[in-house]
């Protein structure tokens, strides 16, 4: 039974997404190269261990090679058994299949205040379509947001980059670079 609520959840989000894509967006786009970044997000989806070590690893790379004040990682857990390895840390924190309305939209706190955070860069680590991230990303109220290529991908991100996002750690290091070099020489130093 609750397998079946959950598909009618998604179907119904999925509906959502494709009603608000309709509309013109009032969403202001700004690139940032992420070198002169303020704020950083990030949207992916962890299942195990591996993938909470990777993100892990990612926010110690940011911390380390970038000096970008504010890094938020929003992570969806779509299982239903107990995340144990799953804790919310500094610059990161998650949500679960439980915590989704009626059109499978986060109804939660944190969720909600990673909507409303300005982002100078939001990166979605996503390969496949999760339609709680993509309603979050949707919403967001970030300047530039940046994720994978493919033709349904067009409506939702400002950049793309074609590379496997299957690998959390190889992903983020080509986003990086690509945002390294990306709109280097218009950028003004404040």
């Keep these: 039974m609750k397998i ?5 959840k998604l179907f119904i ?10 509309k013109k967006s009032s ?28 993100v892990v690893k990612i926010i110690d790379i940011i911390k380390s090679d970038f000096s970008i004040p504010t890094i938020k990682i929003l992570a969806f857990y779509p299982l239903k058994d107990e995340p144990f390895f799953l804790k919310s840390r500094l610059g990161l924190d998650f949500f679960k299949v439980e915590d989704l309305n009626y059109y499978a939209f986060p109804n939660n706190v944190i ?17 496949n379509k999760v339609i709680p991230l993509r309603l979050i990303l949707h919403f967001s109220n970030s300047l530039f947001k940046v994720g994978s290529f493919s033709n349904e991908n067009k409506k939702f991100y400002d950049l793309m980059i074609e590379t496997d996002p299957g690998d959390y750690l190889e992903y983020v290091k080509q ?8 709109n280097k020489t218009n950028v003004s130093k404040e």
């Design 27 to 54: 969403r202001e786009m700004r690139s940032c190269n992420i070198e002169h970044a303020k704020s950083l997000g990030m949207l992916c989806v962890i299942k195990n261990r591996e993938d909470y070590d990777a």
């Design 4 to 8: 079946s609520y959950y598909r009618l």
């Design 175 to 182: 986003v990086f670079n690509y945002l390294k070099i990306f």
């Design 13 to 22: 989000g999925n509906r959502v997404i494709e009603r608000r894509l309709k």
């Design 111 to 127: 969720v909600r205040n990673f909507i409303n955070e300005s982002f100078d860069i939001l990166v979605d680590l996503t390969a």
